[in-house]
T-cell receptor
Framework: EPEVTQTPSHQVTQMGQEVILRCVPI?????FYWYRQILGQKVEFLVS????????KSEIFDDQFSVERPDGSNFTLKIRSTKLEDSAMYFC?????????????FGEGSRLTVL | RKEVEQDPGPFNVPEGATVAFNCTYS??????FFWYRQDCRKEPKLLMS???SGNEDGRFTAQLNRASQYISLLIRDSKLSDSATYLC???????????FGKGTRLSVIA
């Protein structure tokens, strides 16, 4: 069964360092998302990406964050200068369906720990 | 007011029990509704979509009341493997982002 894959599974970094989280969405999917979940909190939307551009972003997704689809398969989330509060599980998701019933498939997540 | 609110939990039930989770959403324009399941430190996985007329998938039944902006999930004959956090999820339109509730934790005990 096709799946969304994410790397790394866990990254520990120092505050102020740059981090890149990588995702390979399901190959024929067109819509890509990043969500995050701080431990014990709800899953929160960060950004959606379609047709090689950001289609929507939340207030969490400030100038420290960026996304890129560099080569047609990878979908990356970059945090330029990490803060302690960026510690969370980051989930990549993709869907091929358009409209209300398109199921979102999530990757297993990348756990980011900022020290 | 939070966009999606759920029963706080945790729910601790014996095997074989029937358990119901409730959820309310604040945006009356919301158009699609889902229940996701999340195991500890894992990704959310779609359990079932929720349709206006209500729908059933095996031991799971979902109901939607648009007038009250209320969604429910009923699990019959609980299994140990049902232990997880159940997330109520709403989408407003098209491919707008999913909005998640905080989840309700279920522990099924032998």
């Amino acid at each position: 069964e096709p799946e969304v894959t994410q790397t790394p599974s866990h990254q520990v970094t120092q505050m102020g360092q740059e981090v890149i989280l990588r995702c390979v969405p399901i190959s024929n999917h067109l819509y890509f998302y990043w969500y995050r979940q701080i431990l014990g909190q709800k899953v929160e939307f960060l950004v959606s990406f379609y047709n090689n551009e950001i289609s929507e972003k939340s207030e969490i997704f400030d100038d420290q964050f960026s996304v890129e689809r560099p080569d047609g398969s990878n979908f990356t989330l970059k945090i330029r200068s990490t803060k302690l509060e960026d510690s969370a599980m980051y989930f990549c998701a993709s869907t091929g369906g358009y409209g209300l019933t398109g199921e979102l498939f999530f990757g297993e997540g990348s756990r980011l720990t900022v020290l | 007011r939070k966009e999606v609110e759920q029963d706080p939990g945790p729910f601790n039930v014996p095997e074989g029990a029937t358990v119901a989770f409730n959820c309310t959403y604040s945006n009356s324009a919301s158009q699609s509704f889902f229940w996701y399941r999340q195991d500890c430190r894992k990704e959310p996985k779609l359990l079932m979509s929720v349709y206006s007329s209500g729908n059933e998938d095996g031991r799971f039944t979902a109901q939607l009341n648009r007038a009250s902006q209320y969604i429910s999930l009923l699990i019959r004959d609980s299994k140990l493997s049902d232990s997880a956090t159940y997330l109520c999820v709403v989408r407003n339109s098209g491919n707008t982002p999913l909005v998640f509730g905080k989840g309700t934790r279920l522990s099924v005990i032998a």
